[in-house]
């Protein structure tokens, strides 16, 4: 807040987007924030450990600065609720799968913004193709996204699931859970700060969770395997999102190492080469893209800057326009 304001009047701001990750297992669209969205958010704490303390933290201090601005809350879980049902299970009883317990899917802002990029730029028919996105960075899930919408993703029901990221542990057995649950006398909070602070690539390299530095050459072999195992499990995540929508026509990467390091882009794609009708370029996956696959490649490889920020204030500016016609309606 002290930096906007030395940006500019901070009594000019009217309108206050704020970015929270869940939203619940209704929520389908950005939402004005009231006090009945505050307590509902705090509920769901411990769906999103990591995010939604900070995410309430933003919104009560600007609520505070800025009590007569319009805030607006963005989820990213909103765009996965398109996903089927079948995307939507976790395997367990119906009895225990009920209310908050499904899987959602997150980084959803970041897909948004490509798919809108993507209509903007070259037109609605070109959503008709098989996407999969890959949003890599401290954060990393992929999306299965079909006209638009999302078919299925990585992650799940936590921000945890799916890829290994920067200190999360990414799809891990829940019998291993369970084990030292009971066997090792690990506490829950223990295995809290295991799976989404200890784990990923701090905890296979024993040094840090950024991949710049474990892709350095100097790394050593830990590093060069906490790496391994992330484009490993990237690659089994292409295949199956391809799998969820009966293949793959292009295929774009996105987030800070998505759409930064050619290294793990080449190491990631080239094995699948050997899979699906695709080739990478060196010299424009070198230049970072936009279009990195060869004229040659069935399958289109993209580098396209994600913006989420840009999304946020999109979807904010929305609603503020609805709100006031609404309101003008009514007068």
Not at 42 to 63: C, E, K, S
Not at 109 to 125: P, V
Not at 165 to 175: C, F, N
């Amino acid at each position: 807040m002290n930096r906007l304001e030395r940006i500019r009047k901070i009594s000019a701001i009217d309108v206050v987007g704020h970015r929270v990750v869940h939203g619940g297992p209704d929520c389908d669209c950005p939402e004005p924030v009231t006090a009945q969205l505050e307590a509902r958010l705090r509920r769901l704490i411990p769906l999103a450990p990591l995010h939604l303390p900070a995410n309430l933290d933003g919104i009560v201090a600007a609520r505070l600065r800025l009590p007569d601005a319009h805030h607006v809350a963005c989820f990213d879980t909103a765009f996965h609720q398109s996903a089927p049902l079948i995307a939507r299970r976790t395997g367990l009883p119906r009895d225990v799968e009920q209310g908050e317990i499904r899987r959602y899917g997150y980084h959803g802002l970041s897909y948004e913004f490509i798919i809108e990029h993507i209509r903007q730029t070259e037109g609605g028919n070109a959503l008709e193709a098989r996407i999969i996105v890959a949003h890599l960075g401290a954060g990393a899930s992929m999306a299965a996204i079909l006209n638009g919408r999302s078919i299925d993703t990585t992650m799940g029901f936590s921000t945890a699931a799916g890829l290994p990221m920067a200190t999360r542990s990414g799809d891990i057995d829940p019998g291993l859970l369970v084990y030292l649950l009971l066997e090792k006398g690990w506490s829950a909070g223990e295995l809290q700060t295991l799976v989404y602070e200890r784990s990923g690539l701090l905890g296979l390299s024993g040094q840090t969770g950024d991949m710049a530095v474990l892709t350095a050459p100097e790394a050593d072999e830990d590093a060069r395997h906490a790496v391994e195992y992330f484009c490993y499990q990237a690659r089994k995540y292409i295949g199956a999102l391809a799998a969820a929508m009966g293949g793959v026509d292009r295929i774009i990467f996105t987030g800070g190492i998505g759409e930064h390091s050619p290294e793990i882009r080449t190491r990631i794609c080239t094995p699948l080469q050997a899979v699906f009708p695709m080739a990478l370029d060196e010299s424009r996956n070198a230049g970072n893209g936009p279009v990195i696959s060869s004229d040659a490649s069935a399958i289109r490889i993209d580098v396209l800057p994600t913006d989420e920020e840009l999304m946020i204030a999109r979807h904010t500016a929305a609603l503020a326009v609805e709100r006031r016609v609404s309101a003008g309606a009514s007068s």
